[in-house]
């Protein structure tokens, strides 16, 4: 394919700036691009002319439907589709039809998404209110193209029942406060600013004839059961390595769907372990991003059955080995492209990058807590602080030249700078190459990597939106309070270097350059008055702290009754997929693997009847080992799960209380089916393979 191809591909299914630029009328245009880059009503009749517009360009390419395109708080997105198709007043003409008002703004069903209480069921009212800085795109499918235009969804008092909305309140709130920043460093045109954002994502890849087998990857997305196979990622051999020819073509038909969208999907490679591998796009504005997330999950799954395999986005989906998070790699730039998180030349001079900086170091030790629930989810509960991923300890690397300069401003003592220069690769052949002013840690849940953060915590399987909304909005807050501080002030300077010095020392304790997978770390990290979350029940807990609903509505990003009716449905979705889980595992093994393990211990013992019965003497036959540790394993087997039922019922009785049953989900039910897996994966190592009834992870990490 040539790179004439490739540019005509990117981006022939968007209605893009450069289409509308062609096809609006240039009032219309530049009415449009007002009201996206300032937040400036659209009036009807132009509403009506991007409309109509819009239409026949979809109509051109094939469509016949468009739906208003939406991200409830189910965790997935959701669209009705209506036709282009009219009729006349008589009723007799056929026409194409496509109004202003049917733009921008719709009426879906809202009574069967989570509200968390904002309404009852018989309330089905909602809207959904399309948003212009989102370009509306056209989705392929075996059934052809439909147009669809990204929108938020609100309820009909106007509470948010989507995760767009929040998010951009929250760029909205972070952008008032970073212009009285740059203010105050003399920038006086700079009107708002835009929140890059590039979300990294992990997945696995599966046969599907296999997945069909596991009735645990089928409802739950990951296995309940699977002894770790002798070889997994130990010989570091699958990291970059060559891309198996099916993987190759899943991941070239994928590029082409998501070019075609305008998702510029950018880097794909092979991650640690075996069928894990990753997708990086170019970075964007934190809202596109997250739709463009959206869109590229959605379309991982679809394209994977094309070439009989299955996506997991799930952050565990195989105990043991490395599970799949999403890095979410945060900035702030200006409408003119400068990045306000660039060091630049000179960091340790560079007054306003170390506001910006330190803003965030503040942000982030203040509301630690609300940082952790926003990347918490059941899934994510399994796969912190092991193999690759952050712990569930908040804290952030900065490199050692960083928190260097931070020392000095702290003390006042300035000096050279440790680190700089070039690094030296050590052979003749190759040329020196330029340090990053940091290096990288894989094991900090927020580290700098030289001119953004990256956020490492965020599970594969969930929106951006809700992380990017807290992050945005804890900053936000830490720079309102330096704003106020500064523009007070009667000497500039010298109440900034006071500042500054007044924020390393109070929240340096944040700052860790080591190792957070030691053990040493959580001692440290306790001595510092850090909070060790290690569950997602318990994190939930900062939406609804009176210092969360105090940031959230000073700054307009959520109501209480917002962040409320999110702590309830975050509760309850975690108790319902351990339910679930805790279901369908004790199908698994009362339908699968008992009768499977009681056949093959039949089978011994037969053959212990028959040897002995040749009469050849021996004291102990192996076979009655075997038979010894087989049954025993079952006996405890049998207990475990005779447990897990009884957990259920219980369970099954709190429903109507989410708080209660959700706790009850993590100390009981996980509990039991960790018990339960323990004894059936101990009997997988010894069941013959004829007898073991579903597909091993020897099987399924190796089968693509």
Not at 669 to 685: C, G, H, P, S
Request: charged share 25%; aromatic share 8%.
């Amino acid at each position: 394919m040539s790179n004439c191809d490739l540019q005509a591909i990117y981006g022939c299914h968007v209605f893009s700036e450069d289409v509308m630029s062609q096809r609006l009328p240039k009032e219309t245009f530049a009415e449009l691009n007002n009201t996206i880059e300032k937040g400036t009503p659209l009036s009807s009749q132009a509403a009506d002319v991007i409309a109509d517009a819009m239409k026949d360009w979809a109509m051109e390419k094939g469509a016949t439907h468009y739906t208003h395109w939406f991200q409830p708080l189910n965790g997935f997105t959701a669209e009705k589709h209506d036709s282009f198709l009219d009729f006349s007043k008589d009723g007799i003409h056929a026409i194409t039809k496509f109004s202003g008002k049917a733009l921008i703004k719709g009426e879906p069903d809202a009574s069967s998404f989570p509200s968390g209480g904002l309404r009852a069921t018989f309330e089905a009212r909602g809207y959904t209110a399309w948003d212009c800085t989102s370009p509306a795109f056209l989705k392929e499918d075996s059934s052809g193209l439909t147009l669809c235009i990204p929108t938020a969804f609100c309820s009909y008092n106007g509470e948010a029942l989507d995760k767009k909305t929040p998010l951009l309140r929250s760029v909205e709130a972070l952008s008032k406060q970073v212009i009285r920043i740059l203010r105050l460093f003399g920038d006086e045109t700079t009107e708002h600013i835009n929140v890059s954002c590039g979300a990294e994502q992990e997945y696995f890849l599966v046969d599907k004839k296999m997945w069909k087998e596991r009735p645990d990857f089928v409802f739950t997305g990951r296995s309940l059961l699977g002894a770790k196979p002798p070889k997994t990622q130990e010989m570091d051999d699958h990291y970059f390595g060559t891309l198996k020819e099916r993987v190759s073509a899943y991941m070239k038909e994928l590029d082409l769907a998501l070019w075609k969208v305008g998702v510029p999907a950018k880097t794909k490679h092979n991650e640690a372990a075996p069928a894990q591998h990753e997708l990086a796009p170019i970075f964007e504005t934190v809202n596109i991003a997250c739709d463009h997330n959206q869109i590229a999950m959605e379309m991982m799954k679809k394209i994977a059955d094309h070439h009989g395999m299955v996506c997991l986005l799930h952050e565990k989906p195989f105990a043991g080995i490395n599970g799949s998070g999403k890095h979410n790699n945060w900035s702030i730039t200006t409408p003119g492209g400068l990045n306000l998180l660039n060091p630049g030349k000179t960091p340790g001079e560079n007054a306003q990058f170390l506001v910006f900086l330190c803003a965030v170091i503040s942000a982030i030790d203040n509301h630690a807590a609300l940082i952790r629930a926003s990347a918490a989810n059941a899934g994510n509960d399994y796969r912190l602080g092991a193999l690759e991923a952050p712990p569930a300890i908040i804290s952030i690397f900065l490199g050692d030249e960083l928190t260097d300069i931070l020392e000095q401003i702290e003390s006042g003592e300035k000096h050279q700078t440790k680190f700089g220069g070039k690094l030296d690769t050590g052979v003749s052949s190759l040329p020196n190459l330029p340090l990053d002013t940091t290096d990288r840690n894989r094991t900090s849940p927020f580290a700098f990597t030289g001119n953004k953060f990256e956020f490492r915590m965020v599970p594969s399987s969930a929106s951006i939106a809700g992380p990017n909304t807290v992050l945005n909005t804890v900053v936000a807050d830490a720079l309102s309070d330096i704003a106020d501080r500064l523009e007070n002030a009667k000497d500039f300077d010298s109440e900034l270097n006071r500042l500054l010095a007044d924020i390393i020392k109070e929240h340096k304790r944040v700052i860790f350059n080591g190792n957070g997978y030691g053990a040493e770390w959580v001692a440290e990290a306790k001595r510092r008055g850090l909070p060790n979350i290690n569950n997602s029940v318990d994190s939930y807990e900062a939406f609804i702290y009176p210092e969360s609903i105090r940031l959230f509505e000073k700054h307009n990003v959520y109501s209480e009754t917002e962040l409320r009716s999110r702590y309830e449905i975050k509760m309850e979705k975690y108790a319902k997929i351990v339910g679930i889980e805790a279901q369908t595992l004790l199908q698994m093994i009362n339908r699968q693997i008992m009768p499977a393990c009681l056949s093959y211990a039949d089978k011994i013992a037969q053959s212990i009847v028959n040897i002995k019965a040749t009469g050849i003497g021996c004291d102990t036959l192996p076979a009655e080992e075997i038979l010894r540790k087989v049954s025993s394993n079952i006996a405890s087997l049998n207990k475990a799960t005779k447990k897990l039922e009884r957990s259920i019922a219980r369970s099954e009785q709190m429903s109507e209380d989410y708080i209660k049953y959700a706790k009850f989900s993590r100390d009981a039910l996980v509990a039991d089916m960790q018990e339960v897996r323990k004894y059936a994966d101990a009997l997988e190592t010894v069941v013959g393979k004829e007898f073991w009834p579903i597909p091993t992870y020897n099987d399924l990490i190796y089968s693509v």
